[in-house]
């Protein structure tokens, strides 16, 4: 596992995009004051979706939820 879960959040791409999200948004067309807003955006969501998934694992367990997520 504890090569597991850095592997599959590189795999997945996460960090580029939180990382690259102001470049990306003006990439595809965004404006300056737009991309940084939607970069702020993601950065919102990625704060919320990390609150829920700390009460989910409160609520349903850890070890339940890393065998559904290795399956």
Do not use: C, H, W
Not at 15 to 22: D, E, M, R, S
């Amino acid at each position: 596992m504890a090569i597991a879960i850095p592997f599959f959040q590189q795999l997945t791409g996460m960090n580029v995009i939180i990382f690259y999200a102001l470049v990306l948004f003006r990439t595809i067309g965004f404006g300056s004051n737009a991309s940084l807003m939607a970069s702020m955006i993601t950065g919102g969501f990625n704060a919320l979706a990390t609150f829920v998934s700390i009460f989910t694992v409160d609520k349903v367990g850890r070890r339940k939820l890393f065998l559904e997520g290795g399956a």
